[in-house]
């Protein structure tokens, strides 16, 4: 498995990471405690050793279950993500229920959910902690100051943002790095969905951080599972997606396929390596189902790499949305600061210069 270097932090995280919400909602299925300590082992033995999680997952249930995993590998040979910002304390929600809740971005939110977390997950630190889907009116200098102590104390290695839920908050993420000093942004990235991942791997490159890729596959396009007749139920997440995402996702698949072939791989572990190699890319945190999932993703960094003539092509038929016309356009990006609440999807220099 290749192992990445998260900017100057001195942390390095497996170029491919399991992410563990879907131990904590039914978004995708239940899985039992048993389902997740078994797909966390198989996903460590293809050497994947970054896990994502979250206190919000399962109001903590993600990771208490993660804690079982963590008991059978030595602490020093994986790496945790977590994340905090949701007050479920409070609020906790209506069980697989999709809607916001109540968030609180205070410094002493902040260490009190760290401590809960660190208490659920059995350790003394969490590898990269972030805010969970913070957004730019939440921003707070004493929020960011707070962390870099947390970090001093060695409660966390590193600190920076987790973007969302629907991809966007451009500024939210430019921001964050530029003048916070976060040293890592998650974000919705994939093949069909190219900003503002790009910008904020730009942005990493010259502020020494980088970009963990949540929805890689697209909400499962990239993975070649969807078809035309696909029913999206209620409790999917995939529910709030409009129908040009499958009729034009479907479309575009088929024109990017040769890619695979041409490479000895399936258009999944196409998916994941055309983001492997976005300069500032750190790792890719896949919502992955089962053990096949899982080792399509791991091994995928062993597939060859694209050429800089494919890659360059790949990124003017996004550019052009494949010649499919206006409809096939990707959904508007979320803003916090555009009066409508969101922007059209496209390429937007950020303001930085790359180191």
């Known amino acids: 498995m290749e192992r990445r270097k998260l900017g100057d932090t001195g942390l390095e995280l497996s170029a491919i990471c399991l992410g563990c919400w879907i131990f904590g909602v039914d978004w995708w299925g239940h899985y039992t405690d048993d389902d997740a300590l078994r797909l966390c082992k198989f996903a460590y033995d293809q050497g994947i050793t970054y896990f994502d999680n979250g206190d919000a997952y399962g109001n903590g249930r993600a990771e208490t279950v993660f804690s079982k995993f963590l008991e059978t590998v030595p602490r020093d040979k994986v790496e945790i993500g977590s994340k905090f910002g949701y007050d479920f304390y409070n609020d906790p929600g209506v069980p697989g229920g999709h809607s916001e809740?109540?968030?609180?971005?205070?410094?002493?939110?902040?260490?009190?959910?760290l401590e809960k977390s660190l208490g659920r997950l059995k350790v003394d630190v969490i590898d990269l902690y972030m805010a969970h889907n913070i957004k730019l009116p939440q921003f707070r200098d004493d929020l960011f100051a707070e962390l870099e102590k947390v970090k001093d104390e060695g409660k966390i290695k590193a600190w920076g943002v987790s973007l969302g839920p629907a991809i966007g908050w451009r500024e939210e993420g430019v921001k964050a790095m530029l003048d916070?000093?976060?040293?890592?942004v998650q974000t919705?990235?994939?093949?069909?969905?190219?900003?503002?991942?790009?910008?904020?791997?730009?942005?990493?490159?010259?502020?020494?951080?980088?970009?963990?890729?949540?929805?890689?596959?697209?909400?499962?396009i990239l993975k070649d599972v969807v078809k035309v007749d696909t029913t999206i139920g209620e409790n999917d997440h995939r529910k709030f997606r409009d129908q040009s995402w499958k009729i034009?996702?479907?479309?575009?698949?088929?024109?990017?396929?040769?890619?695979?072939?041409?490479?000895?791989?399936?258009?999944?572990?196409?998916?994941?390596?055309?983001?492997?190699?976005?300069?500032?890319?750190?790792?890719?945190?896949g919502t992955f189902l089962n053990e096949k999932e899982i080792k399509e993703a791991a091994e995928s960094t062993d597939k060859p790499n694209l050429s800089m003539q494919e890659l360059w092509q790949l990124t003017q038929d996004y550019a052009k949305d494949w010649d499919l016309g206006p409809d096939s356009h990707p959904c508007d990006i979320k803003s916090s600061v555009d009066p409508t609440g969101r922007v059209r999807s496209g390429y937007v220099p950020p303001p930085v210069l790359i180191a």
């Open 188 to 220: 919705v990235y994939n093949l069909f969905e190219q900003n503002p991942g790009r910008e904020f791997c730009e942005v990493a490159t010259a502020t020494k951080g980088g970009v963990l890729a949540r929805v890689h596959d697209n909400s499962s």
């Open 180 to 184: 916070h000093r976060a040293k890592a």
């Open 248 to 285: 034009y996702g479907l479309k575009k698949l088929e024109l990017v396929r040769h890619y695979a072939s041409d490479h000895g791989m399936n258009v999944h572990q196409l998916a994941c390596k055309w983001l492997l190699q976005q300069k500032g890319m750190a790792s890719i945190t």
């Open 101 to 113: 809740r109540k968030q609180d971005f205070s410094p002493q939110f902040m260490r009190s959910s």
